[in-house]
């Protein structure tokens, strides 16, 4: 089922009074407090906010890691509020491409493995998966490294090889989570170049959760969060 705004354009990614609070034995923390969230086929989103603020929890939920405690989310028009484990996780490995913090590479396969594994558990035949994945090590511009291990690269090289493989594929949603925080600047400029293009010739929506001012510079609209709200800014 489509999700259109009044523009007529497609809602790739909503969120509707969304709300998310953690209890520790010391705390509790509200993450998001009743967040409404839109963005568009082909739009860039960033989101700035100090550590704590709510960003990692916002894209969690929109990427089926983390459930609401009240309020909705939909991603590609469709509410998968309450749904079940399963369900989120066909949601990720087919909608959904995640730029993680930390790049949860695979440390016994190479660069390129990393990169292909999702693709062929989307059933992908292998040799259009392989070319596909190189493409995209190319893309973020370490196709040399495609046959080194994680332990064998730098750490902003692993976050590329996270990067390519969030990229690989046909996904609607891209949520990267300070996918430059391992980066120079000058990688920082192109990784958000390659964002832009992405989501300009391929209708991608993305969401960018960052501390680079570098990046509001290739976004269609910038949030701030604070103490689990946003506002656009």
Do not use: W
């Amino acid at each position: 089922m489509s999700n259109r705004d009044e523009k007529g354009d497609l809602v790739v990614a909503q969120l509707r009074a969304a709300s998310k609070t953690f209890t520790t034995n010391a705390d509790t923390v509200v993450a998001l407090d009743a967040v409404d969230f839109d963005l568009d086929s082909g739009q860039v989103a960033c989101v700035y906010g100090a550590s704590g603020s709510g960003k990692t929890t916002m894209l969690s939920v929109l990427a089926g890691i983390e459930t609401l405690d009240s309020g909705t989310v939909s991603v590609d028009g469709e509410d998968f509020t309450g749904s079940s484990e399963a369900k989120r996780a066909d949601l990720r490995l087919h909608r959904v491409g995640v730029v993680f913090q930390t790049n949860n590479l695979l440390p016994e396969f190479t660069a390129l493995e990393n990169v292909l594994l999702p693709l062929l558990v989307r059933g992908h035949r292998r040799h259009i998966a392989a070319m596909e994945a190189r493409q995209a090590l190319a893309a973020v511009g370490i196709e040399q490294l495609a046959d080194r291990l994680p332990a064998q690269m730098s750490g902003g090289q692993r976050q590329r090889v996270g990067i390519a493989r969030a990229l690989a594929g046909e996904q609607r949603l891209l949520l990267a989570d300070e996918p430059t925080g391992a980066l120079d600047s000058e990688n920082s400029k192109a990784l958000f170049e390659l964002l832009r293009h992405r989501a300009t010739t391929d209708g991608t929506a993305i969401v960018i959760a960052t501390h680079d001012p570098i990046a509001q510079d290739y976004a269609d609209a910038v949030f701030h969060m604070v103490d689990g709200k946003v506002a656009t800014r």
